[in-house]
């Protein structure tokens, strides 16, 4: 028995034994990777359905956020906190999807395309007075985004935030 030709078959073994576990592993690491993607992105767009639905489904709530965005001022307290906490738990959730896109988890086009939420009130007092009074409990990054959204030209084809702050019946 050849102990030489022997020892070289059992390296040539495994060897191949570590390429196999390799490829296994590159494979397992690209399917985890695209469930952690996946998950993203059902975790970003539940996360603003929920707050449209919550918004839709409840006249109340509906009111305080139109009422919210068209005239904060003219509120009273209690329904200026509640339109504030209204409001941040739908910047919560943007500022979730700006992480996770910025850690290549999520789509940047996602999250731009939940972001132009922003875009529809903008300019609108109620969004002023928002960002004002809560932008220091988010992150640098994330508030330089967001003003970079508060800086740029509103979208206008929600006619809904146009009619918001006039007291006319349409």
Do not use: C
């Not at 397992?28 to 469930?35: E, N």
């Not at 639905?53 to 919210?68: R, V, W």
């Amino acid at each position: 028995m050849n102990w030489e030709a022997i020892g070289a078959v059992g390296e040539m073994v495994g060897a191949i034994a570590v390429i196999a576990t390799l490829i296994y592993l590159a494979i397992q690491i690209k399917a985890s990777a695209r469930a952690a993607r996946s998950a993203a992105v059902t975790d970003a767009t539940n996360a603003m359905q929920e707050f449209y639905s919550g918004l839709g489904n409840n006249a109340q709530t509906s009111e305080l956020f139109l009422e919210g965005m068209a005239n904060p001022e003219s509120m009273s307290r209690q329904s200026q906190f509640q339109f504030l906490m209204l409001v941040h738990s739908a910047f919560l959730a943007f500022q979730r999807s700006f992480f996770l896109a910025q850690e290549g988890t999520l789509d940047v086009g996602l999250r731009d395309s939940i972001g132009t939420s922003i875009l529809t009130v903008n300019r609108m007092p109620g969004m002023q007075f928002y960002w004002r009074q809560r932008k220091s409990y988010f992150q640098p990054e994330f508030i330089k985004w967001v003003e970079g959204l508060l800086s740029r030209e509103p979208v206008l084809d929600m006619d809904v935030y146009r009619s918001a702050s006039s007291t006319q019946p349409e």
